[in-house]
C-alpha cells in the first residue's frame, strides 16, 4: 500500500495559461514545486531552518526530473498534487507526483532529490529519513 502526504490543492490561474488557454508545459514544474515543499512542511522539516544550519546550509536539490502529460489543465481548475516518497538511497531521495483535476490524473513527474550540505552531497539525515517515511511506498 502507498501513503502519501495529504494532497495540496492549487487553483490555475491566468497567469499559468498559454494562449490556448491551457496550462503552460513549464507551470507543472512549479505545481510540483509547490507540492513537494507543501509535503516536506506536513511532514515537520522546515526547509528554512535546513537553510539556516549552524554547521552550514542543508538543502534538497532536483537532480533529475520526468513528467509524463495525461491531460491539459486549464484556467481556474482546481487541481490536487500528491506527493510520494519511492527510496531513500544515502544523499537521494526518489519521489513521485500526481496532479489531479476531480480524481482523474492530469500529469504525472518522478523525480529524484539530492541532499547537500554546504553544497556538498551528504547522507539524508536519520530524522528526516524518518518523516519521509511516512509517505514511502511500502
Known amino acids: 500500500m502507498t501513503r502519501r502526504a495529504e494532497p495540496f490543492p492549487l487553483r490555475v490561474y491566468y497567469e499559468d495559461t498559454d494562449f490556448s488557454g491551457a496550462v503552460y508545459h513549464a507551470r507543472y514544474l512549479h505545481f510540483f ?26 538543502l534538497f536539490v532536483v537532480r533529475r526530473m520526468t513528467i509524463e502529460y495525461h491531460r ?49 552531497p551528504a547522507r539524508v539525515p536519520a530524522e528526516i529519513a524518518a518523516a519521509l517515511a511516512l509517505i514511502t511506498k511500502g
Do not use: K, W, Y
Not at 33 to 56: H, K, P, V
Open 72 to 120: 491539459p489543465a486549464r484556467m481556474d481548475d482546481l487541481l490536487l498534487v500528491e506527493t510520494t516518497v519511492a527510496a531513500i538511497t544515502g544523499a537521494r531521495i526518489a519521489m513521485r507526483q500526481r496532479l489531479l483535476r476531480d480524481g482523474n490524473t492530469i500529469a504525472e513527474a518522478e523525480l529524484e532529490l539530492g541532499f547537500l550540505v554546504r553544497g556538498r
Open 33 to 58: 514545486e509547490r507540492g513537494r515543499t507543501e509535503a516536506l512542511r506536513a511532514l515537520g522539516i522546515d526547509q528554512s531552518r535546513l537553510f539556516a544550519a549552524a554547521g552550514g546550509p542543508q
